[in-house]
């Protein structure tokens, strides 16, 4: 199993990035995708997360309303549009998968998740 992260880079405050999550070697239709983020110093913390059937998502206080998570299943790729970016939002963005029976939870928990893609850095500058 595979996961792909792309599409980090620098963006002043206020700006638009889109990453895009490729799994391979594991079918999205039955997993459940999820995107974290780890600041320098700061532990691991949930992003936003997706269903496998694509119909539930599940964001963090802090990005609601600016970021969005979606699914192509027959692309196998999970994308983040993360609009109105602030200088908080900083870090490396990673994306993770896990198998799920349940077509419509989400999985908030990081530890529940059980691959993971290499990160990509995400920098907004003031």
């Known amino acids: 199993v595979q996961l792909q992260a792309s599409g980090g880079g620098l963006v002043q405050a206020g700006g638009s990035l889109r990453l895009s999550c490729a799994v391979s070697?594991?079918?999205?239709?039955?997993?459940?995708v999820g995107w974290s983020r780890q600041a320098p110093g700061k532990e691991r913390e949930f992003v936003a997360g997706?269903?496998?059937?694509?119909?539930?998502?599940n964001y963090a206080d802090s990005v609601k309303g600016r970021f969005t998570i979606s699914r192509d299943n027959a692309k196998n790729t999970v994308d983040l549009q993360m609009n109105s970016l602030k200088p908080e939002d900083t870090a490396v963005y990673t994306c993770?998968?896990?198998?799920?029976?349940?077509?419509?939870?989400?999985?908030?928990?990081?530890?529940?998740?059980?691959?993971w893609g290499q990160g990509t850095q995400v920098t907004v500058s003031s």
């Open positions: 070697g594991l079918t999205t239709r039955s997993s459940a």
């Open positions: 993770a998968a896990r198998t799920t029976l349940g077509a419509h939870y989400v999985y908030t928990d990081v530890t529940r998740y059980q691959y």
């Open positions: 997706i269903s496998w059937s694509g119909d539930n998502t």
